[in-house]
């Protein structure tokens, strides 16, 4: 079964208009998230993170939103630039377990049409 | 340098090589992992290492063994490749939490192997 559900395999979204990502978790244990951003024949970045105490984390043109309740994450990049377009990669991970395994969706591809 | 590197970064081999995937890392990290990733399914784990002599297998380990030569030193090995272990592989490592908080891991830039 998989633990972290991305939904969207790609999208498409014009530059400077907001781009939103989606992620949901089935693991109720799950409290450490994180975004990688992928480009061609690289390997993933880490973009941004969020704890289960925050709902919210900022980094510039990247912010993450967690609703614990509904085990749902996303990733709001504003304004999209061509440079965003990549795979993003959702990420959780359970600390109680002490291994801090990270558990990867399969991925969204955004396209930033200029 | 690059804090995580793979060799090869490319690589052809025939059905029922042996064939051994390397990675190093500078990072400092005690924890080491081998991902493949296939497209529309993500990256999954194959094995993971959390010292020098402490070697986990991940979900999909069928087919590969590795080895952690030291604590830099992390290799993927495939004894006899067949066709469908075609993918690109990445090595990862992370600090053991604590060492400053969990921060996620860092990848290679990854290993494109084909099968044929």
């Known amino acids: 079964d998989q633990q972290v559900k991305q939904n969207s395999p790609s999208l498409s979204v014009q530059e400077g208009r907001i781009s939103i990502l989606n992620c949901d978790y089935t693991n109720s244990m799950f409290d450490y998230f994180l975004w990688y951003k992928k480009y061609p024949a690289e390997g993933p970045t880490f973009l941004i993170s969020?704890?289960?105490?925050?709902d919210k984390n900022e980094d510039g043109r990247f912010t993450v939103f967690l609703n614990k309740s509904a085990k749902h994450l996303s990733l709001h990049i504003v304004p999209s630039q061509p440079g965003d377009s990549a795979v993003y990669f959702c990420?959780?991970?359970?600390?109680?377990?002490?291994?801090?395994?990270?558990?990867f969706g399969k991925g969204t591809k955004l396209s930033v049409i200029p | 340098d690059a804090d995580v590197t793979q060799t090869p970064r490319n690589r052809i081999t025939k059905t029922g090589k042996r064939i051994m995937l390397e990675c190093s890392q500078t990072k400092g990290h005690d924890r080491m992992y081998w991902y493949r990733q296939d497209p529309g399914l993500g990256l999954r784990l194959i094995y993971y290492?959390?010292?020098?002599?402490?070697?986990n297998k991940g979900e999909i380990s069928d087919g590969y063994s590795v080895s952690r030569q030291a604590q830099a030193k992390f290799s993927l090995s495939l004894e006899s490749a067949i066709p469908n272990q075609t993918a690109l592989y990445f090595c990862?490592?992370?600090?053991?939490?604590?060492?400053?908080?969990?921060?996620?891991?860092?990848f290679g830039s990854g290993t494109r192997l084909t099968v044929v």
């Open positions: 969020i704890s289960s105490i925050k």
């Open positions: 290492s959390f010292d020098v002599k402490d070697i």
């Open positions: 990862a490592t992370s600090p053991t939490p604590g060492q400053g908080g969990f921060y996620g891991y860092t």
């Open positions: 990420a959780a991970s359970d600390s109680g377990a002490g291994s801090y395994q990270l558990t």
